[in-house]
């Protein structure tokens, strides 16, 4: 089921760009069946060419020219809408109000008339992936106004936004103002925010890439593999012997919005036409690889991932383990429902690995043993990088839920916990790998009905092996928030740059009122 990409101010315009270039890569190197290309871009009259399904906003032209003309050179089997974008003359200035106040009522009723044509081209519609900064004025003010107007038209869409969070001494001075004003309005528009610490991303390209002065080119291919890992096709586990771990029955219900919105039938999450068909093959995509006797295969079996009603379940190619592509049907809605069903809890975190340089791809030898050992303890320190991991921390260290089961005072938040993860792994023998480690109880909260789920697909991510990454609900926002307030806080006190934002209407009391919002979502994750 389709789900439209909404590219918003520079960066989410290039991470957009970067995007859609590292799924055109998978799709043209391996087969995740045809309904995969589908869900991010459409045919096109060109039967050579592909569409993204994507909405291109910035306030500048710049940027967006960049995005499309770098699609069109690209020499790849897609582009941007010819008409799918918005730009005025001159950007926000890294004002987030000028960006929400100023050119959100402006241009609201072209860019949701922009998205409309894109909706009318699909057939149905999961929701929409927003791309975003969080430290501007037009990706995060304007952002968030467009996607409190995207809830409004569309009530049953899933909605989930792929926030990169500013270096913590940032280039922009105001970046705490704009990043807390864009997580407290974005906290109860969207059904979940995938945070993306450009900290973490130049660290990532540095240490582990090698790279000595990382460009937002760099670390948008880094960000990119890693939505791209989590999102494409993957094919559920069922519950593994001895673990904790039970998929739970399918969610297709949401949790706080209307049933199908009567905005255009068939645009709803629930709604009957949003079936679609085919696992995948058969049918020809220009450059793409075509089918192959383990592709485009549906995860008929997979109980928590909410396979669609009547269709068939094709016998696995090889027993047991599963080979070939698995099809979880629309995985950004699995993923939501399943990550942020509560809806206090909304903040993602993306962690995968390997994290190499393609040159050392080939010299490498991947064990599934080593990859998740690394990932959980990612997981369990709470790091984002898959360097300088301290390893002796455990989920019985002090602050974990084992000790604090033990007794008080012990708490020191030192130990991660998480309220849902999804683990997501690719390669050969994927369907077998021993991820009990993951569903350790030590590493849940204590209430957490469905902490963790599985799935895999057989077939190799990139040009790695064996790969995995890990989308999850955690405590690790807790210390960049804790940060960035307690810079909003200190700014405020001195009223520093608040004038800019009264310009357009945002007062000390709508500074105030986000910042608590902030601070109570902030000690909820600390409390997990
Ligand atoms: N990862 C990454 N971060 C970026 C990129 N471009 C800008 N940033 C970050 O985004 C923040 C600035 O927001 P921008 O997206 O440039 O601003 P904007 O949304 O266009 O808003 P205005 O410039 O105010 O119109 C800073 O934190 C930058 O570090 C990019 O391509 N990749």
Redo the contacts with the bound molecule.
Sequence with gaps: MPTITLQ?????N??GCSFFNTLATEFSSHDYGTEAVHEYYRPSPDPNLYTARSVLI???PK?VAGARSAAAASGSWWRYPSAGYLVMQS?????WA??FHGYGPQVHDDAVELVRKEVEQADSLTGFLLL????????????TYVAAALRDEYHSAFIANCC?W??ES???IV?PYNTLLTLSHLADVSDGLVL?E?EA?HRTAAKLYGIARPS??D??GI?ARALAAALLPSQARGPYAGGAYTPPAPQHQHHHHHPAHGHAAGHGRNSPGSGSTGGGSGVQLPALRRADSSGGRLGGESPGLGSRAGSATPPPASGGGGSGFGVCTAPLAELLTRLCGHPAYRLLTLRSVPQLPPANIDFTTFTWPALTKRLRQMLVTGSVLEEGLDWSITPQSPGSAAAAAAGPGLAGPSVNRALASWLILRGQGAGEVDVGDFADPALTAAWSAEPLAVSYSAGRFGRCAMSACLLSNDRRCVGPIQRMQEHAYGMLESRAFVHQYEKYGLSVADFQECFARIEDIAQRYARL
């Design positions: 918003l101010g520079q960066c989410g290039q991470l910035d306030m500048e940027v950007g926000s200035g890294n004002n000028q960006g975003q900064s969080m430290a501007g004025g037009t990706g995060a003010g304007l952002g990169v500013p270096y940032g280039e922009v970046q993306l450009n991303l937002f080119g670390m948008n960000a």
